[in-house]
């Protein structure tokens, strides 16, 4: 007994060490093409949301491969989980970068992870996309090794400020997750709709995860406010939609930030007649791109952060092929002169390497799609 | 490569740090911590908040080190007639309301985005010598815990510790402060336990309340178990083979090949089944417990 | 007044299934099972499958209730029961190792999408001033329907009489012939049902999706814990109170004190009045609410 014991201790160990021995062979199998990496959130809290930005790499992957690939050659992205972790995602990014030889990595959701992901990236010298965190605090003096494909939260917070002004709202309550997102977001919007002569009259940061939040739309109601401004994905969408609507609360009138995420998991008959805005239908191929979607997963979109990694894909492989190389600095260069048209609309960078531009759609939901208005 | 080796060596020996300071209090003296990734956090995050502030990494440890020690003594005493089940799950409470309170006090703690360090440990090495400096440090860190650990197993202390996690009520009737005790090993412990924090903190440039969600404690638990429970080298050979199943999950989901979608499910998956192969097959742990006779000093 | 009580039973009824089951479950294994409430996954997605092939709705939440007693039993045996033979503590690591085999399994085979059962959803009643629909009301009922039923079984039966002996005098027990290996096997299938039609009474009434599990488990810990672990009437009446605490933060005005019209406690930080009230109770009960040492069977 005693050595079958130490015999599978041993196992145990030993298949670590195997495995780790055998990939490099295994890995720079691939040769002659172009390396990119993905670090995303595919397990624990964030899974949806990162399944939804997988796809985007996907498309993208074939789109490019289709189009003559990078420098020549075809491209591959390697898709790792992030677990939602930072330390996860750094062991990550270091096989990347080490072992797969990415020339480009990005990633993630939180920017608890998009951080330290962009620090340690820096520091081996590869470039790091940002495609999935937009709160305001990640923008850097000049940019660093990086650059962001996604518009920060205060340009999503003017536009959105400014069309409930324009509808004539003045009292809006807010609902928005309590992560880096929706602490931004916060923030931004709070800012922005008292410029433009609003006032946020209670702001309700919702836990993730709890498989209810009747008594917190309850007492945001008690504020009277004249719209509902939110933003939800998956799970927690669903539910507040449906117990929204079910406490009487879609009487007024409701405002999805990238409402398609705010809509897609949730139930038909309570999101009828929502307003929001949207990125995912501007750019010239956005139209295609919808459809490529669409025909690949048997369903709509679920989220906008498919875009933004398409985005991130896309325009990476295009600063490759202008630049002609993949040096980092030359790439980097090559992007910031891009003026890329993406599936999220125009992308041009700004001095910090951050989206200076970023069209949004203002959009409603009609027989239970969302349609740009 | 050898980059990416020498980065997974410094998130192992960082966690073999942690790994000995949860096995002083759960594996020595009994004490079922189910929080010590909150220990963690207070080490990390007095690193991040004094660096940001413009001190050094010496005095982020520091802070970190002495607050968590404080505050690993006031739930010690909080918890001195607790059973370990409810211990467990009291100390899981305890660690998720500190977490709950860095999300939403984000004026000091950089709320749910996190809070990056500015400094730096070795800012004047470059690339992998900054990396193998790293590394040393991480070891040598390591080690002292190791020894600290170790002697304070050894001594009277450790004595006590083991009686009153063996046979609490004998321990009683040796007149031995029962509470003093636990109070002792967890300041001890949680100090330990912020210190790998810090060291995280410093090496990663970063933390966040992602970082300390109860899965970590799960995680450091595993190591333990996995080590042997009550053996210090056990708790660090523990870290070491938890970091490697992690990173060899991570090449195997491309040795076999699986679809992207499914990579991160079936990782997670290969994760949890090595484990509870490991805890069926060896539940003594790689290095068991040595329970030796041990002369009585002081 | 009225909505107060209905949204702290509506929560209640979230969690009860699931946290009853995991407290008598632990009054017969004495480990706490950190995969217990990955059953209220597995058995929420096993009720959605089976109403994917056209089942009636109760015959869906029978079947699944079956399907994850039987796997809940086979994991005891294979698992948990050998763990056990090293320590309490070891199994307890080692639930946590198979929550994440669950987990990954189901997420795997389920996606990452979150689901709930294709019924309408109905405009909601006025009652008393609080509003509550006919889903939620027919949820709450079935929930107190097999709350009671277990009670009976508990107290009235000899079935109910061995497994109180196995709990409270496991040898004891034994030496007056109650075979303790098949009162543990009916209480492991019922942790297990009950979690089960748990997580399907949740996808009926709200939504589910493969993290459910990982979700619900500080909660229901906590109201395990409060009520007293291995009480099963500690457990009822911990789920309630948890609940009723969790209701009331989101309700206490505290603005007419200061003048103002409202003044909340931050919503954000609704979550932490669970594990606030987790560590003050243990700070006066250390065993819970409703723990006592030896009681007469």
């Known amino acids: 007994m005693a050595i079958i014991t130490r015999r599978s201790f041993l196992a145990t160990t030993a298949f670590g ?8 062979k ?8 172009v390396v990119f990496g993905a670090v995303l959130p595919l397990t624990g809290a964030s899974a949806s949301i990162g399944e939804d930005q997988r796809r985007g790499v996907e498309l993208a992957v074939e789109k490019v491969n289709a189009e003559g690939g990078v420098l020549g050659k075809p491209l591959k992205v390697i898709i790792e989980d992030s677990a939602s972790n930072a330390q996860t995602a750094l062991n990550a990014a270091k096989k990347l970068v080490s072992v797969d030889g990415a020339k480009v990595v990005m990633g993630e959701y939180s920017s608890g992870v998009t951080v330290p992901l962009r620090e340690a990236l820096a520091r081996e010298g590869v470039v790091h996309v940002n495609c999935g965190s937009s709160s305001v605090k990640l923008r850097q003096p000049g940019g660093g090794k990086a650059f962001s494909v996604i518009g920060l939260d205060d340009l999503m917070a003017r536009f959105t400020a400014k069309a409930l002004r324009e509808k004539g709202f003045a009292k809006s309550a807010v609902i928005l997750p309590n992560n880096a997102y929706g602490e931004s977001m916060n923030v931004e919007f709070a800012k922005a709709f008292k410029e433009a002569g609003g006032e946020v009259v209670q702001t309700l940061l919702y ?15 008690r504020f009277q406010p004249d719209v509902y401004l939110y933003s939800a994905y998956g799970q927690e969408a669903a539910i507040i939609n449906r117990e929204a609507f079910e406490l009487g609360q879609k009487q007024t009138p409701w405002f999805g930030i990238y409402l398609t995420m705010c809509t897609s998991d949730a139930p038909k008959e309570t999101i009828e007649g929502q307003l929001g805005s949207e990125v995912n239908f501007i750019g010239p191929d956005s139209a295609w791109y919808q459809e490529a979607y669409t025909k690949k997963y048997g369903e709509g979109f679920r989220s906008a952060f498919n875009g933004y990694l398409y985005d991130a894909v896309a325009m990476s ?5 202008k630049a002609n190389s993949t040096d980092p600095d030359a790439v980097l260069a090559a992007a910031r002169s891009l003026e890329f048209d993406g599936a999220t609309g125009p992308i041009k960078l700004d001095g910090d390497n951050e989206r200076a531009v970023q069209e949004y759609l203002r959009a409603t939901v ?6 740009p208005v | 490569m ?13 966690y073999g740090i942690v790994s000995i300071s949860l096995n002083l209090q759960a594996g020595v003296s009994g004490m079922m911590n189910f929080g010590q990734i909150a220990f963690f956090g207070i080490g990390g995050y007095a690193a991040a908040i004094t660096a940001s502030a413009g001190y050094s990494a010496l005095a982020g440890v520091l802070v970190g080190v002495v607050v968590a020690a404080a505050a690993g003594a006031v739930i010690g005493r909080l918890g001195r007639n607790l059973d370990a089940e409810y211990w467990a799950i009291a100390t899981l409470g305890i660690a998720e309301i500190f977490r709950i309170v860095l999300i939403n006090e984000g004026w000091a703690t950089g709320g749910a985005g996190g809070i990056g360090s500015p400094v730096q440990l070795f800012p004047m090495l470059e690339g992998r010598s900054q990396l193998l400096a790293v590394l040393a440090l991480a070891v040598a860190c390591m080690l002292v815990c190791l020894a600290v650990a170790g002697r304070l197993t050894e001594r009277q202390f450790g004595r006590m510790m083991r009686l009153l996690r063996e046979q609490p009520d004998l321990s009683v009737s040796f007149g031995h402060d029962i509470v003093a005790c636990k109070v002792r090993a967890m300041a001890i412990g949680a100090a330990i336990a912020a210190l790998g924090g810090a060291l995280s903190t410093y090496y990663i440039a970063y933390i966040s309340p992602g970082d300390l969600l109860p899965f970590g404690t799960f995680l450091i638990w595993t190591m333990v178990i996995i080590g042997g429970i009550g053996n210090h080298w056990g708790a660090v050979l523990g870290a070491f083979v938890v970091q490697f199943i992690f990173v060899g999950a991570l090449f195997l989901k491309d040795v076999l090949g699986f679809p992207s979608e499914l990579a991160g499910a079936l990782r997670m998956m290969i994760v949890g089944i090595l484990l509870l192969t490991f805890l069926m097959t060896r539940p003594e742990g790689a290095i068991p417990e040595r329970l030796r006779k041990i002369n009585a000093q002081d | 007044m009225m909505q107060f009580l209905v949204d702290s039973l509506l929560r209640a009824g979230d969690l009860m299934l699931v946290t009853l089951g995991l407290s008598t479950v632990y009054a017969m294994v004495r480990f706490p099972n950190m995969a217990q409430t990955e059953y209220a996954t597995i058995g929420a997605f096993v009720g959605l499958l089976l109403s994917g092939f056209g089942m009636p709705l109760w015959l869906c939440v029978v079947l699944s209730a079956l399907v994850t007693g039987i ?4 994991l005891h045996r294979f698992a948990f029961a050998r763990l056990l033979r090293s320590s309490p503590v070891i199994a307890m690591i080692g639930s946590l190792a198979v929550a994440m085999i669950i987990r990954s399994a189901i997420q795997a085979v389920a996606g990452t999408r979150s689901e709930r059962f294709k019924l309408p959803i109905d405009v909601p009643h006025q009652f008393m001033g609080a509003v509550i629909t006919t889903t939620q009301i027919v949820v709450l009922a079935v929930t107190a329907l097999v709350v009671v039923a277990f009670l009976l079984l508990l107290f009235r039966t000899n079935l109910g009489r061995s497994m109180r002996a196995v709990a409270a005098q496991p040898d004891l027990a034994r030496a007056c012939g109650i075979s303790s290996g098949r009162v543990v096997d009916i209480i492991g299938f019922l942790g297990g049902a009950f979690a ?16 459910l599990g990982q979700d619900l488990l500080l909660p229901v810990f906590a109201a395990a814990i409060v009520g007293g672990l291995g009480s099963p009437i500690g457990a009822i009446f911990g789920v309630l109170l948890l609940a009723l605490v969790e209701t009331l933060v989101t309700n206490l005005n505290f603005g007419p004190l200061v003048g103002e019209t409202f003044l909340y406690v931050p919503l954000a930080y609704g979550p932490a009045a669970g594990f606030c009230l987790l560590v003050v109770t243990l700070m006066f009960r250390p065993r819970g609410l409703f723990h006592s040492e030896s009681k007469r069977v």
């Open chain 1, 17 to 24: 060490a195997t495995a780790v021995g055998l990939m490099p």
């Open chain 1, 26 to 33: 295994a890995l720079f199998a691939q040769e002659g093409g």
């Open chain 1, 207 to 221: 836990t993730e995860g709890q498989s209810s939040y009747r008594r917190e739309l309850q007492q945001v109601a």
């Open chain 1, 317 to 321: 492989a295009a600063a490759i092929n």
């Open chain 1, 366 to 371: 009609k027989d239970g799609a969302v349609v």
């Open chain 2, 2 to 14: 050898s980059d990416f080796l020498l980065h997974i060596a410094i998130i192992a020996a960082i």
């Open chain 3, 71 to 74: 796997v809940a039993v086979a």
């Open chain 3, 196 to 211: 089960a039609i748990g997580g399907t009474l949740l996808a009926i009434g709200s939504q589910v999706h493969f993290n």
